[in-house]
């Protein structure tokens, strides 16, 4: 195998501390999305004429409408541009022992020519070349899946749109995101050194699953009530099934998974589980119809679609879909329906992996064996399944039948790692990080002794992360319980990024603004005072983020080396090429540019952005012959008949909003320049600051191209 462990030695979930401009990015990001939410929430407060009774269902959705200004909002948006242009950072901040390491391996990962490969159920990372990534990707593509026309995914994104078209969704639907897939190593799995086991992950989904995801949660949530069936959504649930076992030491577990069970799962079963659901909750044709598109999923390798090989209608559970979960709990609903006599009710799943007690000879135990296992294979679904176990490993538990007791498990192969007390989050995420350790261990311990004789890798675990926190068996009587207060409010987050070098106190800031803006006798104050506006900080990148991005960036580089040269490109198209603005570059998309006005004794900046920068410049020419808000400067030189001369030049090149990342790098970029840099823009309007993405709508349903609608004839 052509792989080396990559032991970085700490969680990569630490933060490492962020350098000011991606800060003040984020900042921006975060504060234009609190102001659109308020805008929209004042605008509907204000507009009390608003029929309620016209609301529709969005599934989460949300709209891609510019907000409505809203006048009594103005003098908290100037404010709170006022406050992040304040930001302040400590001018002598020394990094500690860990960020020094971080920022050392930061720099060692971006300079590497290797892809890191995140092992599946354990913290281990594994190194090894491009080529033998592609290599192992390209393997286990292959198996399962094979090339399809390049019209597919037009035909599945055209029934996309008649669906979101019928539910009045098609303005907030993006069209679905081609990301290529990728794998991480099984490396628990056995031989693993000689036959290295990959899972295959396809991050590619339509948005549709978004909606056949609420209709399955309502699904499964009305069966398992009305059946009363064990299908356990965490361990605490299991737990409670295995105390409530009488007499256990004369039972013995029955233990089976479920090989591959996400793409073993066919259309024909999904109809099944799906008739046996009709039986406990209305289901509409609309509904089903919504939940089968949903699994009409293409996998995307080297920019290719790619189908399954035993599949005609290219129907897939994937993991990472947004239903594929919910999926696999209605087909666990059904399977146990099948098999719950064979166990006196007394079994139950989690996803792929079943458990169940029995109290039979060895040669019944045998038989039920065979007769589960017949009943999974005519479902299409194959398992492996053992029994006479009186102890075994389920989750992160392992319980013991013989003495009633259960304990903490973890893989053989796993390490333990906790987030690092002098990582770059919050200081209140990692003061309760001991306590909801300890917390959890003692929910998956029976009893004290059991707890003190599996806490000590967690307790040396712990050290190693800098907390000086001792683990202790805290009864769950007598943790503290919150009580729910009977008043809820609407609350209204800012979630700004947190960095450990920033030296203003943006909550306190925050706050006070708050107060200010909105006082008692403010027309807005009901929605928006100190108890409806509250602040909660958000992480920057951590370090699996920057493992990520310099593995796309390694594939990407890896898969252009091998492409055609493609032949060079014209830089400029003007006419008069001595006279280009941007001196025979004027060729750009998706740039931040500047604009200078030179006059004997000013100088005044301007700073735009465009998708084609050359009809940008057209538009502003002829903006200049009227008047606008960047022309009143200059008709007002031409009417001084002051002599002046205008300078472009591009300040930085960005991608444009993307449905994969649902982020505008061009617009936020363009924001970046206007706030924090004033000596290159001093010509700007501050409600501009905002105002939506303009580049989003093109990619949603309801504006995509006419070849969509052509490519769906066969479909």
């Not at 009893?447 to 806490?455: D, K, R, W």
Request: aromatic letters at 10%.
């Amino acid at each position: 195998m052509n792989f080396q462990v990559k032991d970085f030695q700490y969680s990569t979930k630490n933060i490492p501390l962020a350098c000011k401009t991606a800060f003040r990015q984020r900042l921006i990001e975060k504060t234009e999305s609190l102001i659109q939410r308020m805008r929209w929430k004042a605008f509907f407060f204000l507009n009390t004429n608003t029929d309620d009774a016209t609301t529709k269902e969005t599934y989460g959705f949300k709209s891609k409408r510019s907000p409505p200004h809203v006048k009594d909002l103005e003098q908290f948006e100037d404010c709170m541009l006022d406050m992040i242009q304040s930001i302040q950072f400590k001018a002598n901040h020394h990094p500690n022992n860990l960020q020094r390491k971080l920022r050392n391996d930061v720099k060692e990962i971006r300079k590497d020519k290797h892809v890191f490969v995140k092992a599946d159920k354990t913290t281990n990372y594994y190194k090894t070349t491009p080529d033998e990534y592609m290599r192992l990707l390209n393997k286990n593509v292959t198996k399962a899946y094979k090339k399809t026309d390049l019209n597919v995914p037009y035909m599945i994104t055209t029934k996309d749109k008649l669906i979101a078209e019928q539910l009045g969704l098609d303005d907030r639907i993006d069209v679905s995101a081609h990301r290529d897939s990728y794998i991480t190593m099984k490396d628990h799995k056995p031989d693993f050194v000689n036959n290295p086991a990959c899972r295959l992950l396809n991050p590619s989904k339509t948005e549709i699953g978004v909606i056949s995801k609420h209709l399955l949660d309502d699904i499964n949530s009305k069966i398992v009530q009305a059946t009363k069936v064990n299908l356990w959504r965490s361990t605490s649930n299991v737990i409670k099934w295995f105390n409530a076992i009488p007499e256990k030491c004369q039972y013995a577990f029955i233990t089976f998974d479920v090989c591959e069970f996400y793409p073993s799962i066919s259309e024909k079963l999904l109809m099944k589980a799906l008739d046996y659901a009709s039986k406990f909750t209305k289901i509409t044709q609309q509904d089903r119809h919504i939940i089968i598109h949903s699994k009409r999923s293409l996998l995307y390798h080297q920019n290719s679609p790619w189908t399954k090989k035993n599949s005609d209608s290219m129907f897939d559970v994937t993991m990472g879909s947004y239903d594929g979960a919910e999926t696999c709990e209605l087909i666990g609903v059904y399977m146990l329906s099948l098999i719950a006599t064979q166990f006196r009710d007394e079994v139950g799943l989690y996803r792929d992996d079943g458990l169940a007690v029995c109290q039979a000879t060895p040669r019944e135990i045998e038989k039920t064996k065979q007769e589960v296992s017949k009943v999974f294979k005519s479902n299409g679904l194959k398992i492996t399944i053992e029994a006479n176990k009186k102890i075994v490993n389920f989750l992160d538990v392992t319980f013991d039948l013989s003495s009633g007791s259960y304990k903490p498990y973890m893989k053989p192969n796993n390490k333990l790692l906790y987030v690092h007390r002098l990582s770059n989050h919050p200081p209140a995420l990692l003061k309760n990080i001991p306590g909801n350790i300890n917390k959890r261990l003692t929910e998956i311990s029976s009893n004290e002794q059991v707890f003190n004789e599996a806490i000590p890798p967690y307790q040396q675990a712990l050290e190693k992360s800098g907390y000086d926190f001792k683990l202790k068996f805290v009864p769950q009587e007598k943790q503290a319980t919150r009580k729910n207060k009977a008043r809820k409010r609407k609350i209204t987050w800012y979630n700004p990024p947190w960095d450990s070098n920033v030296k203003t106190n943006l909550g306190r800031k925050f706050l006070l603004v708050v107060d200010k803006c909105f006082p008692k006798n403010h027309p807005l104050n009901k929605i928006f005072n100190r108890h409806t506006l509250k602040l909660s900080y958000s992480c920057m990148p951590n370090m699996k983020a920057v493992i990520s991005s310099h593995n796309k960036n390694m594939l990407a580089q890896d898969h252009g080396a091998t492409a055609a040269p493609l032949q060079q490109p014209r830089t400029c198209n003007c006419k008069n090429r001595p006279k280009c603005p941007l001196q025979g570059n004027c060729v750009k998309q998706n740039v931040v540019y500047q604009l200078t006005v030179v006059t004997e004794t000013t100088t005044e900046n301007y700073v735009g952005l465009a998708s084609n920068f050359k009809e940008r410049y057209r538009n502003h020419q002829t903006s200049f012959r009227h008047e606008t808000e960047l022309s009143k400067y200059i008709w007002h030189l031409k009417d001084r008949k002051k002599s002046f001369r205008i300078k472009w030049r591009i300040l930085r090149s960005c991608q444009p909003y993307s449905n994969e990342s649902k982020k505008c790098n061009l617009c936020l970029q363009e924001k970046y320049f206007i706030i924090f840099r004033k000596d290159l823009s001093s010509r700007i309007k501050r409600n501009e600051l905002a105002s939506s993405c303009r580049h989003r709508n093109r990619l949603t349903l309801k504006y995509i191209r006419a070849c969509y609608e052509t490519a769906s004839a066969n479909y």
